[in-house]
């Protein structure tokens, strides 16, 4: 694109009096008469690029990021998230006039189609300052060109087909220029592979100034994004979903393919390899606790290695972190009050609302590493009865405590990442792994509802977020100490589930036990053809294409919990209506005994259509731009 500065500002301030560009989609880039001055030198151009990366949606922002707590993960008591649009989208609640959680044009939280104009403007101007380095330049270009794939992703992950912003608008082409159509899923995702390619050629394998730059775009980075784009496009949302045989462009063509591809799973496979052996090859690993007492038991260790995959800071196997939205208001949410000392004055540094709904709680394996409604060993129809916690639980749950049956037998992830009454707590000041603090969730105890907001609605907490060296403290000083680290936006152990569902998909079945089985061994179970054959209602399920298929599911299910990757995943294997139309399941915290307690009920309920696979184009977008076709049943 020419810059023109006098000449095309008055023209590109007529059109935008005229039709405000967010009414289309916004590439007409906004003060010309200063674009010069941004590319001026290389100070005000890194400047530029990091606006480019101030684009980034918020992950940490429960209202800014839907897959937090807009799907069945997490559920917030009402007296405090009532208004929150997160909650309103859980339950049913998404509009067309002025569209929840949205990124595209009208009301959107951040216009997603300014940051590609911005991008495109970077790239078309970097050359200009005086004193950048050939290699500076190379590598800007290929961030750059990393974050409009982003974008473009992010955006098609969302709305499904979109307009794709190759370049911005000439300022000599007018109004109608502006106008622009949706392009396919089809279409959209071959740009973004075509944008990560070119990236990754020049990205750097790794960051070598970690002082100061962390978190910035690397190519494991670029192949890990690359492959979740190509799963998500393979996946039956996208391939082959007869749903959307009417939704198509104005010259009839299909914007979502009805037929489906088992080439597309081939490719994603490629892909999630290049993307492990590039992380691999670039000291990416599965973490493990590696500081632990000589004391310490095994069942601890293993549960250290869980949370610190997500809660250690830039540990080898965050692939990519978003260093600029560390996570430290959902550690506190999450946090139980556990401390001792705890008093109606000094009890209020922590909120605690942040609760997994009991149908979380049941998701995890037993301890042989099955589903607990496939153990042949468990008694799923006594999981709600009462016992009492002995000896042989110690470092699970307390010695002498009443607890629900589903409490007891579980799998390290489930308590590594649940907190819940009378489940030990590791850490929070406490270094002797038999002694150690844990919720007492009944009501009128010290973790359960003491006040109208800073209670878990459900009786759960989600105990993986909280670094277990964060403490509330009681004592003098009060308030919350936490260590801050990065949202993992994407980890090893993502990689190495999306590359087993690839190989799965694709016909290798027996190809993905090993990536699956790597992710188990860290979390302290069996391989899935053993734990299968061996504690399973079904033993031969891992050995077919469809058994996998639904083991798989669980695993990221299970692996990934409270990291925002399900909300994702259950759209995009078009399983959202079958996890999203059901009551909010939860103890009932009012009651002031064990007997009293441990009875299920309703919070709530979701809601989901199959119109809400997709997000709805705001209504003026629609008006004011011809060209765009409304996402179906919207």
Known sequence: MKIKILKGAMTILFMLNVVACSDYVDV?????????????????????LATLYGYLPAYENANANPALSSGDEIFVNTNVSRNWPSAILAQGGQNVSTPLMSYWGSGSISNLFVALRDCNIFLENVDKPFNLTEDEKIRWVAEAKFLKAYYHFYLMRMY?????????????????????????????TDYIVELLDEAIADLPTSIADEGSELGRITAPIAAAIKAKALV??????????????????????????????????????????????????????????????????????????IRGSVTERWNPEIVWGISGDPVTTLQNWAQAKIATGLTGENRESVQSWWSPPLQIAEM????????????????????????????????????????????FN??????????????TWMGHGREDDTNLLFPQALSKQKSGKLDAQRFAASG??????????????????????????????????????????????????????????????????????????????????????????????????????????????????????????????????????????????SLGTYKFQSRDYLWPISERDIITNNKLIQNPGW
């Open 28 to 48: 007409v880039p906004e003060n010309i008469a200063v674009i010069e001055d941004a590319f001026e030198t290389r100070d005000s151009a890194e400047r530029f």
């Open 160 to 188: 499904g087909p979109i307009p794709i912003v190759r370049e911005n608008i000439e300022v000599s082409e007018g109004v109608d220029a502006v106008r622009v159509p949706r392009n396919s899923v089809e279409e959209v």
């Open 232 to 305: 998500t496009a393979a996946s039956p949302l996208f391939n082959g979903n007869a749903d959307y045989s009417s939704f198509l462009d104005s010259d009839g063509n299909e914007l979502i393919s009805t037929v489906y591809n088992e080439e597309k799973w081939v490719r994603a496979a490629s892909a999630c390899q290049q993307a492990i052996e590039l992380a691999e090859a670039n000291g990416h690993s599965l973490y493990q606790f590696t500081d632990a007492l000589p004391t310490w038991s095994d069942t601890t260790i293993t549960k250290l290695s």
């Open 364 to 407: 995890f394996y037993s301890d042989n590493g099955v589903p607990i409604d496939e153990d042949v060993n468990y008694d799923y129809a006594g999981r709600y009865e009462l016992t009492t916690a002995t000896d042989a639980d110690l470092y699970n749950i307390t010695p002498g405590h009443e607890t629900a049956k589903l409490h």
């Open 410 to 423: 579980r799998e390290p992830r489930f308590y590594a990442s649940i907190g819940f009454d009378g489940g």
């Open 460 to 601: 759960y907490w989600a105990k993986k977020l909280v670094y277990y060296e964060n403490v509330q403290r009681t004592g003098g000083a009060t308030g919350y100490s936490l260590r801050a680290y990065p949202f993992p936006a994407v980890r090893l152990a993502d990689l190495y589930l999306l590359y087993a569902e690839a190989l799965n998909e694709s016909g290798s079945t027996n190809q993905a036990h090993a990536w699956i089985d790597r992710v188990r061994d860290r979390a302290g179970l069996n391989g899935v053809v053993d734990s299968w054959a061996t504690a399973s209602s079904d033993p031969t399920k891992p050995t077919t294409k469809d058994g996998l298929r639904d083991i798989i599911h669980d695993e990221r299910m299970i692996e990934m919990v409270f990291e925002g990757q399900r909300f994702w995943d259950i759209r995009r294997w078009k399983r959202a209506t079958e996890f999203l139309n059901t009551d909010i399941l939860g103890w009932n915290i009012e009651g002031e005994t064990p007997a009293a307690f441990y009875n299920v009920i």
